[in-house]
């Protein structure tokens, strides 16, 4: 028997959150939680129904929200120390307005907020700004920095892209948690298979020659694909299939990221930034071209459509119904598009203009479920389907 489908939304205003009932319909939003903070993710885990959340800037430093009873009330685990906290040790009046105590923060100052998080064999993890990755095994009570990755030999090279060095993606293997796959802006992917202990770059092109050089600087050059990774995930099934959008083209990888193909052909753009993929069927995969990074970050043409393959990447379809075709000028970022394990599944996108859209039929028509929200940085789905619970 199947739960209820729950949108969590991660906006600059706070997390909303999206009830869509056992039916996927009649949505009702709730919120904004979080204080206000700015949340750069939001995620669930379906067997317990805890809800975290992941943001901050420069005003708040860094922290993560925690719900367990489905929004209703929250606690937030502070990381890093923010201007206010400059602002409140050198202002009582201000200190007691905003209940403001002198307590010590685990990583001081060392990143300014959490850009992504991910929940996985009973471990959680972050990825911060600048990037590098935490792990909690206490439900995110406590945290630890991952040293293997903050020591990688290839760190101080690594360059930031517009929205500064962030960690952004994070996926993880369902059948061995030790094996992990990090996207970094703009440094690329990196894959561990021992737990975190070392990790490998992993950006080669499966065919460099066909990859004909670009003047772009995003472009792939060098062997391997352009570094900054907008968005990744891990296609279901056995084979190491993986998918990414970059900056410069959406690529598909059959050998857990060694190597990375092109397939580009028969979309309208290579820019854009999230990347969705079937939860049963590794060959069909949605993403949502822009226009290019330098011209205005909207769809082609101000129409817009999420784009499907059902082969891998051969070849695209667009996916128009329900979605504004006239004077589309939003941005769909890179967090902004997740999706349900229901069949059909449904997928989910939010827009920097503050709506949401749905579809129920895996991409055929589309509903706006929610609208005038603040700018959504990130969309997911927790689905509390009972048949999907551990025993």
Excluded at 44 to 58: K, L, R, V
Excluded at 61 to 85: E, H, N
């Amino acid at each position: 028997m199947a739960g209820k489908v729950t949108v969590l939304v991660g906006t600059t205003k706070g997390v909303f959150l999206i009830d869509g009932g056992t039916g996927r319909s009649g949505w009702k939003v709730r919120g904004p939680f979080c204080n206000g903070w700015p949340i750069n993710h939001v995620v669930g885990d379906p067997a317990s129904g805890t809800i975290w959340a992941g943001g901050g800037g420069d005003w708040h430093g860094a922290g993560i929200w925690r719900s367990a009873d489905g929004g209703a009330s929250w606690q937030v685990a502070r990381l890093t120390r923010g201007t206010m906290d400059n602002w409140a040790a050198n202002d009582a009046d201000f200190a007691a307005m905003i209940g403001w105590t002198e307590t010590p923060l685990p990583f001081g100052d060392g990143f300014a907020q959490i850009w992504s998080l991910g929940h996985a064999h009973g471990r959680l993890y972050a990825g911060t700004k600048p990037a590098s990755l935490l792990e909690s095994r206490d439900g995110g009570v406590t945290w630890a920095r991952v040293e293997g990755l903050t020591n990688h030999p290839s760190a101080p090279g690594w360059n930031p892209g517009a929205a500064g060095l962030v960690l952004h993606t994070i996926v993880t293997d369902p059948a061995d948690p030790a094996r992990i796959w990090l996207g970094i802006s703009a440094a690329g992917v990196f894959a561990t298979e021992d737990g975190g202990q070392t990790w490998e770059r992993r950006n080669r092109l499966s065919n460099a020659e066909a990859c004909a050089h670009h003047d772009h600087p995003a472009a792939p050059r060098d062997g391997e694909t352009g570094l900054c990774v907008h968005n990744m995930m891990r296609a279901p099934g056995a084979d190491d299939r993986l998918y990414q959008q970059n900056h410069h083209g959406v690529w598909r990888s059959d050998d857990g990221g060694r190597s990375w193909a092109d397939i580009n052909r028969g979309l309208p753009s290579t820019f854009g930034f999230p990347i969705r993929v079937h939860p049963r069927d590794p060959d069909t995969v949605w993403t949502l071209p822009l226009n290019g990074d330098s011209a205005g970050r909207f769809p082609p043409d101000a129409a817009c459509a999420v784009w499907r393959t059902r082969d891998g990447g051969q070849s695209w379809q667009a996916m128009r119904v329900g979605l504004p075709q006239e004077g589309c000028f939003f941005t769909v970022l890179r967090q902004g598009m997740a999706g349900d394990a229901r069949d059909p599944a449904g997928i989910y996108f939010g827009t920097n203009s503050g709506s949401v859209f749905a579809s129920l039929d895996e991409g055929d028509s589309w509903q706006e479920i929610a609208r005038h929200l603040p700018t959504v940085l990130s969309v997911e789905v927790l689905d509390m389907q009972r048949d999907r619970l551990p025993a």
